[in-house]
């Protein structure tokens, strides 16, 4: 019998699931989606198992026909197929991205392969712009060629082009914001209507953006993927990668990623979880610190050129401010003289550590010639854009004060 307190308490717990819902993302990022556990524990327990037992027969049976039913039941028979500690980290990725479901992968490369492989059929074509990471780029250009299924590059910010290149064959537009190195910034209003004019899916790479500084998905893209081993995790110690979308392109996923095999593991799930917790704070001063950076190095006579989405020279800093909240934490810029003249900044610099990567709580700093284009020539390197004198500084959580000050005694010593 339903009384009138039963009634009660479920009219307040709708109540109170709607609130986090309707939440800002810093709240949504600590409570969305949160679950009971045997425990009552506030941490989510590390599941550490490969595999899961079944009372009897008859509890096997049962689940074996839920599944053939596609009825989705609440466990799994074994580790490649999901994980509790696993589906917390998902819930709240979703929660945060306002998407029906998401998706956790072993890194943010095994998330984007296995998507393009579960939804591309053989003889399809794809078009991508032209600044995504490198990585994604060459899985496009050589493995999925071998597939049968072709890639168009276009210039990004070039919508004319964009809207060209697609051809009947087309079955996906791909982009990232911002971009790296130079932090391009997708306008994704204009990007989504030329996929809806033209029936195709989209998807978008937000992983310098992070949930905080834009929800792709709240601008009609089908499809969003994060290496969460950069913001999210936030601290420079996980691979991971996480794609947020409708259920049904997900539960599709999750068919993929059990043949495919590239699940995360419970105990870096636990570390992005409580990463997630914290990403409105770390965020908030990586928005700061990138802002104010990117200005002093803009004002400073040995400075070249600065790229940084919050600045007005920035070539896409009007659609950033359109349609972002904020324009993160990476800065990009040459110094005035040579290779050397940059690593010498670099080595001078007393709080960025020289790594590849970003989004964590330390400041890193590269030298795309000395680190990602290594292998290239000087005119090869050139020919892509990026020169010898081009620094990428990723800003950490540091006070701003400190990170300004560092820069301005290592400039002052070259
Ligand atoms: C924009 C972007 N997407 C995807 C990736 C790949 O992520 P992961 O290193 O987690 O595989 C990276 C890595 O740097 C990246 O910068």
Same mark, same amino acid.
């Given at each position: ?277 914290? /990403?409105? $704070?770390? %965020?908030?001063?990586? @928005? ?6 990117? &200005?002093? *190095? +803009? ?93 990428? /500084?990723? $800003?950490? %959580?540091?006070?701003? @004060? ?6 301005? &005694?290592? *400039? +002052?010593?070259?």
């Amino acid at each position: 019998m339903i009384t009138e307190s039963t009634k009660a308490n479920e009219i307040r717990k709708t109540i109170k699931g709607q609130q986090i819902q309707l939440a800002g993302p810093s709240t949504r990022a600590v409570h969305a989606n949160r679950r009971s556990n045997p425990y009552q524990s506030i941490g989510e327990p590390i599941v550490q198992t490969a595999t899961y037992q079944f009372k009897d027969s008859a509890d096997l049976t049962d689940f074996m026909e839920a599944n053939l039913w596609g009825k989705s039941p609440e466990r799994t028979e074994y580790g490649r197929y999901g994980n509790p500690t696993i589906t917390a980290v998902e819930k709240r990725l979703a929660g945060l991205e306002n998407a029906e479901d998401a998706i956790l992968f072993s890194s943010g490369m095994a998330a984007i392969t296995t998507v393009l492989l579960a939804i591309l059929p053989s003889g399809a074509n794809i078009v991508m712009t032209d600044d995504c990471y490198r990585q994604t780029r060459q899985f496009c250009k050589t493995f999925l060629k071998r597939l049968g299924i072709s890639c168009t590059v276009v210039p990004m910010g070039d919508y004319d082009a964009l809207d060209n290149a697609i051809n009947p064959n087309t079955r996906l537009l791909i982009s990232e914001t911002p971009t790296n190195p130079y932090l391009r910034v997708l306008d994704i209003e204009r990007f989504v209507s030329i996929a809806k004019k033209h029936k195709v899916k989209t998807f978008v790479d937000a992983t310098f953006a992070t949930p905080l500084n834009i929800r792709p998905l709240d601008w009609g893209v089908d499809l969003v993927v994060h290496s969460a081993t950069k913001y999210l995790g936030g601290h420079n110690d996980i691979l991971a990668g996480v794609v947020a979308g409708k259920s049904n392109i997900i539960e599709g996923l999750r068919g993929t990623l059990g043949v495919l095999g590239a699940i995360s593991d419970p105990h870096s799930a636990s570390l992005l979880l409580r990463g997630i917790k914290t /990403l409105g $704070l770390r %965020i908030a001063q990586q @928005n700061l610190n990138g802002l104010k950076v990117s &200005q002093f *190095l +803009e004002s400073h006579n040995k400075i070249e050129q600065v790229w940084y989405p919050g600045l007005p020279s920035h070539p896409d800093y009007l659609i950033a401010e359109e349609q972002m909240n904020g324009f993160g934490g990476v800065v990009s810029f040459t110094v005035k003289g040579d290779l050397d003249t940059a690593s010498k900044l670099i080595d001078l610099f007393e709080i960025p550590l020289i790594a590849a990567s970003f989004g964590g709580v330390e400041s890193l700093v590269e030298q795309p010639a000395l680190m990602s284009y290594y292998e290239l020539s000087t005119e090869e390197r050139l020919f892509l854009g990026i020169s010898n004198n081009l620094v990428r /500084l990723s $800003l950490g %959580i540091e006070d701003t @004060n400190d990170l300004i000050a560092d820069l301005e &005694q290592a *400039l +002052e010593r070259i």
